[in-house]
């Protein structure tokens, strides 16, 4: 059943309050920012109108090519761990029986409910010396005493992991429910092992969903703000705390807002990308 397209000004309605708060509350802010991010600094000040690109010029200093190159080594690095523990994860929680499924996936959302400050302040009591799981392994003689591991890259790494690895099931779960049973059937007919058959035939099917992961995955750690703070140390901090840096504190707001249309222009560039993979999959079906 194919719906015509709007003939009346009144077809619109239906959309009109969303595309308003759109506007509202993302195009005339972004405007605005683009608007700041070639204004110039005032020394002692703050900063005036003016047209300057001096502020993206910046952008290929060492410093920011320093953020820059962490924050993307860091959102790659924590989507592909999701990926690693993920894929086979929800693989086999799509294999349960549906009540099971149906605890699993409340969990996960439970700790979708928590906050990036308690997390983070988990973590970090979780990591620490003295009453970390340091205490733990000393007390099962794993270790000699108690150590404290963070603030460290380690914990970054693994706050931003427990808070992604969530999204990555509800989003892969969809795509592995509908997955049609009898491949791996077919596949352990023809004699491989079900390791292989995973890898060789549940895979390949899943490609186009498993790229759209990773790109939901690097976008939402490419935008972390907290936890590198909370668990890490300055050569630690990502783009969005760099800008905060720049915004608060260093009073360089014509620098922060064009960091920050970076950021944004990045992110919609993957969000389309993310789009136009699963617009092809749903086209290819």
């Known amino acids: 059943m194919r719906r015509s397209p709007p003939q009346k000004l009144?077809?619109?309605?239906?959309?009109?309050?969303?595309?308003?708060?759109?506007?509202?509350?993302?195009?005339?802010?972004?405007?605005?920012?683009?608007?700041?991010?070639?204004?110039?600094?005032?020394?002692g000040g703050f900063y005036e109108p003016a047209f300057t690109l001096a502020n993206y010029a910046r952008f290929l200093s060492p410093f920011f090519g320093e953020v820059l190159v962490f924050s993307l080594f860091l959102a790659a690095?924590?989507?592909?761990?999701c990926l690693l523990i993920g894929v086979p994860f929800t693989y086999l929680l799509t294999r349960l029986r549906r009540g099971n499924q149906v605890v699993w996936l409340i969990a996960l959302l439970g700790v979708l409910s928590l906050s990036e400050v308690i997390i983070g302040f988990s973590w970090s009591t979780l990591l620490s010396r003295t009453a970390g799981l340091s205490n733990l392994f000393v007390w099962l003689g794993l270790m000699d005493r108690p150590q404290s591991w963070t603030p460290s890259?380690?914990?970054?790494?693994?706050?931003?992991?427990?808070?992604?690895?969530?999204?990555?099931?509800?989003?892969?779960?969809?795509?592995?429910?509908?997955?049609?049973?009898?491949l791996m059937e077919a596949a352990r007919?023809?004699?491989?092992?079900?390791i292989r058959a995973f890898l060789n035939v549940v895979l390949p099917a899943m490609r186009t969903t498993l790229l759209a992961t990773s790109i939901i995955v690097f976008i939402f750690a490419l935008g972390a703000y907290l936890l590198p703070q909370i668990l890490g140390r300055p050569q630690h901090w990502t783009l969005s705390v760099l800008v905060t840096d720049q915004a608060i504190y260093q009073s360089n707001m014509p620098f922060a807002a064009a960091m920050a249309v970076f950021l944004v222009m990045a992110s919609l560039a993957l969000?389309?990308?993310?789009?136009a993979i699963s617009g092809r999959k749903g086209a290819g079906q």
């Open 10 to 43: 009144t077809d619109y309605l239906p959309i009109a309050f969303p595309a308003a708060m759109l506007g509202l509350f993302f195009v005339v802010p972004f405007a605005i920012m683009v608007a700041v991010s070639v204004f110039k600094r005032v020394p």
């Open 77 to 81: 690095f924590v989507s592909a761990i």
């Open 153 to 182: 890259f380690g914990a970054v790494l693994t706050g931003l992991v427990y808070q992604a690895f969530p999204y990555t099931v509800l989003v892969l779960y969809p795509a592995f429910s509908r997955l049609d049973p009898s």
């Open 189 to 194: 007919t023809l004699g491989s092992s079900p």
């Open 271 to 275: 969000v389309g990308l993310s789009v």
